[in-house]
């Protein structure tokens, strides 16, 4: 079994999306450790990239923060091994196939195994384009996660069977960010998953408020929010894991 199923196992599972370095990596490890004491029951560490073409304006700043910071993906995986020393909960890495495959596939997905990374998303991966990673991801035990958009379609059931870890529902079309109001069929394309996969699926994307979150979970397995964790690292800068933690815990409230 997936490491990552375990976030699931009791009840609707919260996941908690941190960009690396915003503003330093003091902070993200503070923010991380209260997220998961506050009930993240999984984490998605954000590798920045230069040019992150499924992030909106709050998570692009919290990239080139982290950029500007001096921020590298070596500094990042020696970063995580000293996180994995008292942080057990799922990790997985959220980042772009460029920046993998300008490392080096194998190298980098061997590095995930080593850290103890349980699972890599790559929003700009086309699921036929998947096989370039894929096969090496097999060999060192770390899941290929798949996402599912509301413009999937007939897609939807071909990339729930071949899913690993969860399934990550695109709530909206666009970029992430925060929004009033999800109008998307998501309990539609859920029901197209689970006839297909006994593999959890979460969904994030827009999902900011515990209203938001309790609808989203009532649906699915699990909620991933980013960019209003993101916002408060924006606002607070050092400070900001007090109020990440009483963040988490509300969002978690709501979907107990």
Known sequence: MSNIQKAFEDGKA???????????LKTTSAAIRAAVENGADLIELGIPFSDP????????????RALSGGITTDIIFEFVRELRKDVGVPIVFMTYANVVFSYGAEKFIAACRDIGIDGLILP??????????L???QRYGVDLISLI???SNDRIAMIAKEAEG???VVSSLGVTGMRSEIKTDLESIVKVVKENTNIPCAIG??????EQAKKMSDISDGVIV???????LEQYGNHAPEFIGKYVKSMKDAIR
């Open 205 to 210: 994307f827009g999902i900011s408020t515990p």
């Open 124 to 133: 700009d991966l086309p699921f036929e384009e998947k096989e370039e990673f």
């Open 166 to 168: 969860f399934i990550y």
């Open 226 to 232: 980013g960019s209003a964790i993101i916002k408060l």
């Open 53 to 64: 073409t499924a992030e909106g304006p709050v998570i692009q700043g919290a990239n080139l």
């Open 14 to 24: 919260f996941i908690a999306f941190i960009t690396c370095g915003d503003p330093d």
């Open 135 to 137: 096969p090496v991801c």
């Open 149 to 151: 958009a509301p413009t």
